[in-house]
């Protein structure tokens, strides 16, 4: 007979330790797999270190994929800190690449804050995006895990529709998606890579910015106390609905950004929802959650999921492994993570 | 004056040894050919074709080594190259149409290794294309379905409404109408080269609108299947799917990649291609290469269980009635030989009656690669149409 109890209040060294398990059984569990598909696991850990963090070529790879995960992932924190539970980081951030594409394409914006502008319009509309699920939530009790999941799909609907239709490029031969933007339009990339910095500038500074922000600020108190006790922040004078809204400007704005700098940076136009983002918008709740709703900590968390990412390129390239490997791997982290909340907050005891 | 003498001598002996001993290593060195997939290698369509012809070529050239990367998102081609080469490759072929200027900015990066891109129209000094097209078999494939058709609607499930689908769509539509002047061929699109799902929703959502043959140009087998669960006639497409659907595959287009292969690595691997003189290669490879093939399964143009409906049906031909099955037989072997039949020779007019081709005249591989219009019988949204 197992028995769970509660620890009133858990010490920070328990979360390392029972994260760092979670991982070792994750790396274990996704072994078995890899023993499965008839290779051995140890050699396909080993070259994935090797193929991403061994030198500079792995290392841009992975800050590709680092720099989108950063940004959504440092906004999830917030909402995880506020118990709300956005699943919606896919929309918001292709909203963002629609706000980045309409004005790069269509507004006579000057060549010089074309960039900035791009920014801006990214972050407000990944913002909206996601105020509309807090909007249902604060005033209908509309669950936010349905609303935000929900709400990828019509952006991704919203994105098929502007591609095929008003949108859709003029020197594409038939192929659904726009024009290219204007060389001003496109990000900066590090060398010949395709890591566009300035996205990984904005995701470090906003990782900082909203750990004081959460652990130093009223507005960041506030956010805790309503995430932690709603009805406890409610008698002390806090308004849930403005600081509920406040976090889901700031969540889905950090994903918007990511968006502008996947078209900006990546592919110059806009595309299928499917090639925009390979699913940073999910795989940012585990580097959110990993981080334990820390935003400093997601500038190691945000890493390591890419890492993940490009290290299951390197095996479909270097041992043919199936392309779905790397889904397999990050769901199996997913869930032991999850898993591990109940080993977090309960001490195990057997017996009765 | 004797010992400079040998010395000039040992130092010929060393340098012819040297030279053949280079040559020798020219010969038995291995050239790495590295494969980048737009879809699984299980897709059963055109990346299974790729494939197969990669495996074929492995084992036609002694010399060659081969490595793939699958499903690599059109986006994201560059750092799948960018592997590729850091892993030796020197011969990369990217096989899908949206790898293009992703193979183009690598051609600049890596001027040392050979491009090849497959549906393409760019090229550069080391970067050739390459195509193994359909266009003459699918109007083959026309005239079948044309008589096979008895409500003279006939389905057609297009991937992307580009110049390429756009020819073979309205070849299959002149094969339609030459064997069957009432019929049309009803068009839905999926915007996706691999998408079984939606390949699902657009044969049954073409069927239930009234279509009795089907063809599916998605890249996997799914069209065959759900044409076969309502006993539709259909056809295979890139591979043999006649075991997908045995009693209702009448017959079909299949590829081999692997006549392109060969050729392209052999002349690589003896010299003829380099990395500067690609800018002009251009594979267009049809029936009278091999390339393709009209068939249900290798080797078997057609289902035998269609043939008495096939031979039964009759069309106009020069003003005398002759048997589909004759017609398609002799056009196939006409092509095969390389023979002046060609789908599209004028006069056609797109389907909004504008003359395309004037009579006599027949389309250019450029006219092919650009084509924006569709032709007559088609029915259903066609992007990118040209206007009146």
């Known amino acids: ?221 506030e956010l805790r106390v309503v995430g932690e006790n709603a009805a406890a922040a409610r008698y002390a004078g806090i308004s849930v609905a403005s600081v509920i809204y406040r976090m889901a400007l700031i969540t889905g704005g950090a994903a918007g950004l990511a968006g502008v700098g996947e078209v900006a940076g990546i592919h110059h136009k806009l595309l299928e929802p499917g090639q925009i983002s390979s699913g940073y918008g999910f795989t940012a709740v585990i580097v959110a959650w990993l981080a334990r709703g820390n935003p400093a900590l997601c500038l190691v968390t945000a890493p390591l999921m890419g890492i993940i990412l490009a290290g299951g390129d390197v095996l479909k390239i270097n041992m043919n492994l199936p392309f779905r490997i790397t889904d397999v791997f990050s769901g199996v982290m997913l869930m032991c993570l999850i898993a591990s909340e109940v080993f977090v907050k309960n001490r195990v005891r057997w017996g009765r | ?56 070529a492995m084992k036609a050239l002694p010399w060659l080594e081969t490595k793939y990367v699958e499903s690599v998102p059109e986006g994201q081609a560059l750092p799948a190259i960018d592997k590729l080469v850091k892993d030796d490759c020197k011969v990369i072929f990217t096989t899908s149409f949206g790898y293009m200027d992703d193979t183009l900015a690598a051609a600049k990066k890596y001027p040392e290794v050979i491009f090849a891109h497959a549906a393409g129209f760019k090229r550069a000094p080391n970067m050739a294309t390459f195509m193994a097209d359909f266009y003459q078999v699918y109007y083959l494939n026309g005239l079948v379905a044309g008589a096979l058709s008895k409500s003279g609607n006939i389905g057609f499930v297009g991937t992307y409404p580009i110049p390429e689908l756009k020819r073979h769509l309205s070849a299959f539509a002149l094969g339609v109408r030459a064997a069957n002047p009432k019929a049309n061929v009803n068009v839905k699109w999926l915007n996706s080269w691999f998408d079984p799902a939606k390949t699902r929703e657009a044969s049954e959502a073409l069927i239930a609108e009234g279509a009795d043959v089907l063809s599916s140009a998605e890249d996997s087998a799914t069209g065959v299947q759900t044409a076969g669960a309502k006993n539709i006639p259909t056809f295979t497409h890139y591979n043999p799917m006649l075991k997908f659907s045995p009693t209702d595959v009448v017959s079909g287009h299949i590829v081999h990649w692997d006549k392109i292969y060969i050729d392209f690595l052999s002349k690589v691997h003896s010299g003829a291609y380099t990395t500067k003189n690609l800018a002009n290669v251009d594979y267009w490879w049809l029936l009278s290469k091999g390339a393709v093939e009209m068939g249900a399964d290798m080797g078997m143009p057609f289902n035998a269980k269609f043939v008495p409906q096939l031979k039964a049906a009759k069309m106009m031909v020069g003003g005398k009635p002759v048997s589909v099955y004759d017609r398609v037989v002799a056009l196939n072997a006409e092509m095969v030989a390389g023979g002046k039949f060609d789908p599209f020779t004028g006069p056609i007019k797109d389907r909004s009656g504008v003359l395309r081709v004037p009579a006599g005249k027949v389309m250019s591989i450029g006219d092919l690669n650009g084509m924006i219009w569709v032709a007559p019988g088609i029915n259903g949204q066609v992007a990118d149409e040209p206007k009146k």
Not at chain 1, 12 to 34: E, M, P, Q, Y
Not at chain 2, 22 to 33: D, E, F
């Open chain 1, 1 to 221: 007979m197992i028995r769970f109890d509660p620890i009133s209040d858990v010490p920070r060294s328990r979360v390392v330790w029972v994260t760092l398990v979670a991982l070792l059984v994750a790396l274990f569990i996704a072994g078995l797999v890899f023993v499965a598909a008839g290779t051995n696991p140890l050699e396909a850990y080993s070259t994935m270190l090797r193929g991403t963090v061994a030198d500079w070529s792995g290392w841009s790879e992975v800050l590709r994929r680092a720099a989108p995960l950063l940004l959504i992932g440092v906004g999830l924190t917030l909402a995880i800190r506020a118990q709300f539970f956005n699943i919606g980081g896919e929309g918001q951030l292709l909203l963002g690449a629609v706000a980045a594409g309409g004005v790069a394409l269509f507004t006579p914006i000057a060549p010089a804050l074309m960039m900035v502008a791009m920014f801006v319009g990214g972050a407000l509309a990944g913002g909206l995006w996601a105020l509309l699920a807090a909007f249902l939530r604060v005033r209908l009790r509309v669950n936010e895990i349905l609303s935000t999941l929900m709400l990828n799909y019509v952006a991704a609907s919203l994105v098929v529709y502007l591609i095929n239709g008003p949108w859709k490029g003029e020197k594409v031969r038939g192929f659904i998606y726009t024009d290219d933007f204007p060389a001003y339009a496109q990000l900066p990339t590090l060398g010949d890579t395709q890591v566009g910095w300035p996205t990984l500038v904005l995701g470090a500074a906003l990782a900082v910015a909203l750990q004081w922000f959460l652990g130093r600020s009223t507005g960041g108190f």
């Open chain 2, 1 to 56: 004056m004797k010992k400079s003498i040998s010395s000039l001598i040992t130092l010929a002996l060393t340098l012819t040894v040297a030279g053949t001993m280079t040559q020798a290593g020219a010969q038995g060195a291995k050239l790495k050919a590295c494969f980048i997939y737009v879809g699984p290698t299980g897709d059963i369509g055109w990346t299974y074709a790729h494939d197969q012809g990669r495996l074929a």
